[in-house]
Structure formats: C-alpha cells, structure tokens
C-alpha cells in the first residue's frame, strides 16, 4: 500500500495470502490464515497535553 493510498484518519488494511489488501472497517472480525497479517496504520504519533517548553 503506497501512502498516497492511507486515508488521513489512518486504517486497518488485511494482508491476504494470496497478496491483495482488504481495508477493514473501524470496528471489524475477520479470519486469518497462517501467513496473512493485519496491519494498524494510527492517524498521528499522538500525545497528551501540551508540549512543554
């Protein structure tokens, strides 16, 4: 998946066997064989509060 294709509230994209990306839903089950994998891509690095000075 290039970055150009990672929408910018981030993703769950599911590597199949068979070598293609399914994108998942937010809240989504699926099955995976041995080889797949998932992969979670977060919006930002985050953070909490204010930087400091």
Same mark, same amino acid.
């Given at each position: 998946?290039?970055?150009?294709? $990672?929408?910018? %509230? %981030?993703? /769950?994209?599911?590597?199949?066997?068979? %070598?293609?990306?399914?994108?998942?839903? %937010?809240?989504?089950?699926?099955?995976?064989?041995?080889?797949?994998? $998932? /992969?979670?891509?977060?919006? /930002?690095?985050?953070?909490?509060?204010?930087?400091?000075?």
């Amino acid at each position: 998946m290039s970055s150009a294709a $990672i929408p910018l %509230g %981030g993703c /769950t994209p599911a590597r199949c066997f068979e %070598g293609q990306n399914e994108i998942l839903p %937010g809240c989504a089950q699926t099955m995976l064989e041995a080889g797949e994998a $998932i /992969t979670v891509i977060t919006p /930002t690095g985050g953070g909490f509060g204010a930087p400091e000075a």
